[in-house]
């Protein structure tokens, strides 16, 4: 699916899986460091925070950005309104 990201004034557009199966109390997304760049959230600042997220492979440290980002769905048939989502990046990736 292909999603618009904004966050401030920059912008991008990407595909994106939209249900990994994990759950979370407040909508996520996960970029990597490319598209944190380009979003103007990398290299992290006092706003983002590092964390540890368990996942399949074991325990990863990652950067969370709470409310960081605006995402669009891009339908060819309608607009949906943006949410506001958190954006988590993995420094490896």
């Known amino acids: 699916m ?3 990201l904004r966050s401030g004034s920059n912008e991008i557009e990407s595909s994106a899986l939209l249900n990994s199966g994990f759950e979370t109390v407040s909508p996520d997304v ?5 598209a944190a760049r380009a979003l103007g959230l990398w290299p ?3 706003t983002g925070e590092l964390i540890t997220l368990d996942t ?3 325990e990863a440290e990652a950067y969370l950005f709470e409310s ?3 995402l669009e769905l891009i339908l060819e048939d309608r607009r949906i309104k943006p949410i506001l989502v958190n954006v988590i ?3 490896s990736y």
Request: hydrophobic residues 35%; glycine residues 16%; proline residues 15%.
């Open 2 to 4: 292909r999603i618009r």
């Open 30 to 34: 996960a970029v990597p460091v490319r």
């Open 68 to 70: 960081a980002a605006e």
């Open 56 to 58: 399949g492979g074991g």
């Open 89 to 91: 990046v993995n420094p």
């Open 44 to 46: 992290p600042s006092r």
